[in-house]
Each structure stands twice: as structure tokens, then as C-alpha cells.
């Protein structure tokens, strides 16, 4: 395995940062795509590479020297409010840019396998959207599965629900962790605005989602769809109650109505987890585990 190369697109993300960190650790060699080079030099099997992925002579020059054995694309923006603020940057970073990663693939004629990385939070094409960032994430899809039906290129997708875990994030339990990590030093924290704490929504370790990644990648069908998260539904406000759980300072949380319906899941149309389970596929990070390493990410941060 250790000659085996995987190009991972958002090094510098979230995801991206796990995925790399895992696939090192399990014999890869990996090259990470980033916008901005944060290494001066290159680690032992790591290399990264400096790619904007809105610019297809840039991406199309970083598939042409690469040349992997597989592609894990993580990159793209994914902010459910700001893309309510910035819906033609959303569209330009989640589409424009897999079009032309999958262009590059396609002309340098690459063989790896690769797996584009969608949401749950995807609609259904027949319908309407409810949010920009959905709709990005669906038209991302659709490019994935028609470059894979029309260019036949050797493409998978993974739809994550919400992915948690510790790391820089901008998601609703990396919020709440910050919040509380600040209180607990004294200072200053404005509390995270709620506008429904029944909403539902499927917690998943971002380190579990990694996991289940290389498991497609490795036996994956190519055109297949696999949704992945946990099956447990929890509400804002058993996440609340979780955290309080693990701090001696009240969760600092306010209950408003936002001017926009995000679109978050509120606990209908359970995704169907039958194609990653298949493939032996379960998670394994308990969810107050998870919880408590984030709170421990910002506790020492800073």
C-alpha cells in the first residue's frame, strides 16, 4: 500500500486535514491540494500542492504531474448561511470547480477512482431547493454521475450527514465547543443563536466518515451513491445537554428565529445507510466521545 497515491482536493480543510492525517497513517502516499502552500517543505509520504480549483490550466497542470491512484475531493465551501450571502461563490467552488477537476481527470486520461464528496443535504432534482448550499451540492452530484455515465470515468460519491470531530469547523458542536472552551477562561463568549432546538440531525465523526471513504474507494461500486452517517437522530437540544455534561459553565446558547429556513434536516427522510454498510462499514466514535474531543480542540487552542 505504501506506493499506492491518493490526491486529496481541501488539504487544508476540515475533511481534508483528517483525511490526510488518516491516509498517511494507513501506508498512503499523499498529495494534498491546497490553495496556499502551509509547508515549506515536503513530510515523509505527504507532498502538498498548491491548486486553485477554479482555474482548470491549474488543476489540469496538478492531475498531469500527480497522476494518482485515487482522488478524494473534500474541497468546496460549506457554510449553509453564508451561501445564503454568496450563492455564486458557492456555485463556482462546489460546481464549477469539480467540472474541472473531472475535466483534467478526463484529459489526461488518469485511471485512479475517484470520490467526490456530496451532502445530505442534497434535494431530490424533480423538486425545489431550500437552500443555496443544497442546491450546489446537488449540481455537484449531477456533474459527478454524468462525467462518470457520459466520459466514463471511474467516479463514486459519498453523501456525509453532518460531520463533527476536533479540528477547525464551522459546524453547530465545533460552535457550541468554542463558545463554552471561552467561558471557561472568563471570557467574553456571545452565545450561538438557535432558531429550533427540536431540529433533528445525524452526528457524524469527520474520523469515522474517513474511514468510510478508503472503504469506497478500495470496494466501491463505480456510479454508486453512498449515504453516510450514524442512523441517530439528536436535537439541538440533546447536543446541548451533552456538552453541559462535560463543562461546569452554562452552554451558551439563545434561542432566535433566523430570517432564513437553513435547511437543516429536522428528522425527515432518514437516509438509507443499506450501500455503506455493505461494505462492513459502522462507525465507531461514541457521540459524547466526539463531543469531548472537540471541547478538548479548543480548550488547548489558542
Known amino acids: ?29 499523499v498529495v494534498g491540494l491546497v490553495r496556499k502552500k502551509r509547508f515549506n517543505k515536503d513530510l515523509p509520504n505527504y507532498e502538498e500542492r498548491e491548486c486553485d480549483l477554479t482555474d482548470e490550466f491549474s488543476v489540469y497542470d496538478a492531475i498531469k504531474a500527480v497522476k494518482p491512484d485515487y482522488i478524494l475531493h473534500t474541497a468546496g465551501k460549506n457554510d449553509v448561511k453564508e451561501s445564503w450571502e454568496k450563492p455564486a461563490e458557492y456555485v463556482t467552488v462546489n460546481v464549477l470547480a469539480t467540472v474541472h477537476l473531472l475535466e483534467a481527470v478526463r484529459k489526461v486520461k488518469n485511471n485512479g477512482k475517484i470520490l467526490v464528496i456530496g451532502s445530505a443535504l ?45 479540528g477547525p469547523s464551522n459546524g453547530f458542536c465545533s460552535l457550541i465547543a468554542e463558545k463554552i472552551a471561552l467561558a471557561e477562561k472568563d471570557c467574553l463568549a456571545e452565545p450561538v443563536l438557535i432558531d429550533d432546538l427540536t431540529q433533528e440531525r445525524d452526528f457524524l465523526d469527520v474520523r469515522d466518515a474517513v474511514r468510510a471513504y478508503e472503504l469506497i474507494l478500495l470496494k466501491g461500486k463505480i456510479g454508486e451513491v453512498y449515504p453516510i452517517g450514524t442512523g441517530c437522530y439528536r436535537t439541538l437540544m440533546n447536543v446541548i445537554d451533552s456538552y453541559q455534561s462535560l463543562t461546569t459553565v452554562p452552554v451558551p446558547v439563545h434561542i432566535k428565529a433566523n430570517k432564513h429556513d437553513l435547511g437543516i434536516d429536522k428528522g425527515k427522510g432518514r437516509m438509507d445507510l443499506t450501500n455503506i454498510r455493505a461494505l462492513g462499514w459502522h462507525p465507531g466514535y461514541p457521540f459524547l466521545s466526539s463531543l469531548s474531543d472537540i471541547l478538548t480542540y479548543y480548550r488547548n487552542k489558542g
Open 122 to 166: 442534497e434535494f431530490d432534482p424533480s423538486g425545489l431547493p431550500n437552500q443555496p448550499y443544497g442546491l450546489t451540492k446537488t449540481f455537484q452530484s449531477l456533474v459527478a454521475k454524468s462525467w462518470e455515465t457520459l466520459f466514463h470515468l471511474p467516479i463514486m460519491i459519498a453523501k456525509p450527514t453532518n460531520l463533527i470531530g476536533p
Open 1 to 29: 500500500m505504501v506506493n499506492r497515491k491518493i490526491l486529496i482536493t481541501g488539504a487544508g480543510g476540515f475533511t481534508g486535514w483528517h483525511a490526510c492525517q488518516y491516509f498517511l497513517n494507513n501506508g498512503y502516499h
